[in-house]
């Protein structure tokens, strides 16, 4: 669709932009073709928006890949007994269920909506290290293949849990190596990703647009990048101490040897609770782009959002042995990572908080994208009340690794980090294709899925405060009623998310065409270029007043 770009835009912190020169004139077309054709493309891609487009349709085969995984689990546990895998083999599908949904589907999504909107918000020509963002991408696809492939070597996939604990991970077969590796790749990518979204957020914003008027998502990611640049790292540690036990002879994690299978779970949850907080922050900045846009109102408490964000990613850094409450503490580490926890919950309060308070008298409709975000806010919150519970360390004792373990992540994982996800892609996907999804069928992915995920998962706190411990193929009897309609929900929300797939590719082949601004309270720059957004564009920053 050729349309006209906006004289002026406001962006979130409320300022305006004139951008006479944002699209490249007649002359710049003539000189070079609008954008590479065929394969090359996409493989040579180093333009923000193929890249992203990249990350994005690799984290949704991830999704679908992870999600066939937990569909087998599921449909293990819908009845007592074994039925279909071995428990080896069921474990192997725990696992990797794990690593493809946290490494291959959440944070590579994230990453993809980094790379399309994060230039356009802050009126950047593109990321700052076009090259480097190619090369983060494709260091993903061999990193999936590996894991897949784990599968079908000798012995199979490794099956010590996402977490990879010793001494398990030291005694899995080859699978655990191809693992490993998987995750080096997928390490280096974000480390790679982190440091250029830093540089591009930092160096490439449009004269005049101060840091306190950025929009959310750019403050969400420019700190979710500083936790990924502070944490991968150990865990590439963590994971390469776990090789050397295995292969060289060192016994970091083996107690025969003088090491100590505890100090890994120190490690790695040194790595694991930011991790948990890298998931969680862009989605929060998400849904601070899209619920003022749906409420016509600027976000309330905009500050004390950029505040409450940089005080949970510190936070994040000191609570990681509330993971470990069982191990053995000293009672005084546990009343520290108690209280710790707990306090995390304050600034996560916060925005929850400002969210309310932006719909507070808002003038609301209840597109898509706003259904989502509403629906995250809702089920996040429960979430982040089981995870209060969990904090308290005689309730976690009781239930640790058991099923309401289980329910607490995916509340905050899924119903956190992908319902947000679908929330960002509704709202964006007219500014990608230059045409506006089916809101009907949209309206029906969000009740589904809303509906299927509740019924898949609330059953699961009832499971674990009954005592069914996670990652067992086969259970007592008195557990059947709760699992069985916990398989019925994970199969109506797998269905649905074909829904969406549906949804997405029918927008791309074509559809009512999208204005430059297809909500009316909208905000920001990326509103202001046509939609589709062209392949180059602010080659002249705009000029913000």
């Known amino acids: 669709m050729n349309s006209t770009q906006d004289a002026a835009t406001v962006s979130p912190g409320g300022i305006a932009a004139d951008h006479p020169a944002a699209e490249p004139s007649a002359a710049d077309h003539d000189a070079h073709p609008h954008h590479p054709a065929g394969w090359r493309r996409w493989v040579f891609a180093?333009?923000?928006?193929?890249?992203?487009?990249?990350?994005?349709?690799?984290?949704?085969?991830?999704?679908?890949?992870?999600?066939?995984?937990?569909?087998?689990?599921?449909?293990?546990?819908?009845?007592?007994?074994?039925?279909?895998?071995?428990?080896?083999?069921?474990?192997?599908?725990?696992?990797?269920?794990?690593?493809?949904?946290?490494?291959?589907?959440?944070?590579?999504?994230?990453?993809?909506?980094?790379?399309?909107?994060?230039?356009?918000?802050?009126?950047?020509?593109?990321?700052?290290?076009?090259?480097?963002?190619?090369?983060s991408f494709w260091l993903l696809p061999p990193a999936g293949l590996l894991l897949a492939g784990s599968f079908f070597v000798e012995g199979g996939a490794t099956a010590a849990g996402w977490t990879l604990y010793a001494p398990l991970s030291v005694q899995m077969g080859a699978g655990m190596d191809m693992a490993i590796f998987a995750l080096h790749l997928m390490g280096a990518s974000s480390i790679m990703g982190a440091i250029n979204i830093i540089v591009t957020i930092l160096n490439m914003r449009a004269p005049g647009m101060q840091m306190m008027k950025m929009p959310m998502f750019c403050w969400t990611w420019l700190i979710?990048?500083?936790?990924?640049?502070?944490?991968?790292?150990?865990?590439?540690?963590?994971?390469?101490?776990?090789?050397?036990?295995?292969?060289?002879?060192?016994?970091?994690?083996?107690?025969?040897?003088?090491?100590?299978?505890?100090?890994?779970?120190?490690?790695?949850?040194?790595?694991?609770?930011?991790?948990?907080?890298?998931?969680?922050?862009?989605?929060?900045?998400?849904?601070?782009?899209?619920?003022?846009?749906?409420?016509?109102?600027?976000?309330?408490?905009?500050?004390?959002?950029?505040?409450?964000?940089?005080?949970?990613?510190?936070?994040?850094?000191?609570?990681?042995?509330?993971?470990?409450?069982?191990?053995?503490?000293?009672?005084?580490?546990?009343?520290?990572?108690?209280?710790?926890?707990?306090?995390?919950?304050?600034?996560?309060?916060?925005?929850?908080?400002?969210?309310?308070?932006?719909?507070?008298?808002?003038?609301?409709?209840?597109?898509?994208?706003?259904?989502?975000?509403?629906?995250?806010?809702?089920?996040?919150?429960?979430?982040?009340?089981?995870?209060?519970?969990l904090a308290v360390t005689p309730i976690d004792i009781q239930v640790h690794?058991?099923?309401?373990?289980?329910?607490?992540?995916?509340?905050?994982?899924?119903?956190?980090?992908?319902?947000?996800?679908?929330?960002?892609?509704?709202?964006?996907?007219?500014?990608?294709?230059?045409?506006?999804?089916?809101?009907?069928?949209?309206?029906?992915?969000f009740w589904t899925s809303m509906i299927s995920f509740n019924v898949a998962f609330f059953p699961m706190h009832f499971l674990g405060l009954a005592g069914m411990p996670r990652r067992y193929a086969d259970y007592a009897p008195q557990f059947t009623d709760f699992h069985f309609i916990s398989s019925i929900g994970a199969f109506g929300f797998g269905l649905s998310q074909l829904l969406f797939l549906y949804i997405v590719l029918k927008a791309i082949r074509g559809g009512e065409p999208a204005a430059a601004r297809p909500w009316e309270g909208a905000q920001g720059l990326e509103w202001s270029v046509p939609s589709p957004a062209p392949f180059h564009t602010f080659e002249v920053p705009p000029t913000l007043r």
């Open 401 to 445: 690794d058991t099923y309401y373990v289980v329910a607490h992540f995916h509340y905050v994982l899924v119903a956190g980090s992908l319902f947000a996800l679908f929330a960002g892609v509704y709202y964006w996907l007219p500014k990608w294709t230059g045409f506006m999804y089916d809101e009907r069928l949209g309206k029906w992915h």
């Open 46 to 135: 180093t333009n923000h928006k193929d890249i992203g487009t990249l990350y994005l349709w690799f984290s949704f085969t991830m999704l679908l890949a992870g999600g066939i995984l937990a569909l087998g689990i599921r449909l293990e546990l819908f009845m007592p007994g074994l039925q279909f895998f071995r428990p080896e083999l069921f474990n192997q599908m725990v696992t990797l269920h794990g690593l493809i949904m946290v490494f291959g589907a959440i944070m590579p999504a994230f990453v993809g909506l980094a790379n399309w909107m994060i230039p356009l918000m802050i009126g950047a020509s593109d990321m700052a290290f076009a090259r480097m963002n190619n090369f």
């Open 224 to 389: 979710t990048a500083f936790l990924l640049i502070e944490v991968m790292p150990v865990l590439a540690g963590a994971i390469t101490m776990v090789l050397t036990d295995r292969h060289f002879g060192t016994t970091f994690f083996n107690a025969a040897g003088g090491g100590d299978p505890v100090l890994y779970q120190h490690i790695f949850w040194f790595f694991g609770h930011p991790e948990v907080y890298i998931m969680i922050l862009p989605a929060f900045g998400i849904v601070s782009q899209v619920v003022p846009a749906f409420s016509r109102k600027p976000l309330f408490g905009y500050a004390s959002m950029v505040y409450a964000t940089g005080a949970i990613a510190v936070l994040s850094s000191i609570v990681w042995a509330h993971h470990m409450f069982s191990t053995g503490m000293p009672v005084v580490g546990q009343l520290f990572f108690m209280y710790a926890t707990m306090l995390i919950s304050v600034p996560t309060a916060v925005k929850i908080f400002n969210w309310i308070g932006t719909m507070w008298q808002g003038s609301l409709t209840f597109e898509t994208p706003m259904l989502w975000a509403i629906g995250f806010i809702f089920v996040f919150t429960i979430g982040g009340f089981t995870g209060l519970m």
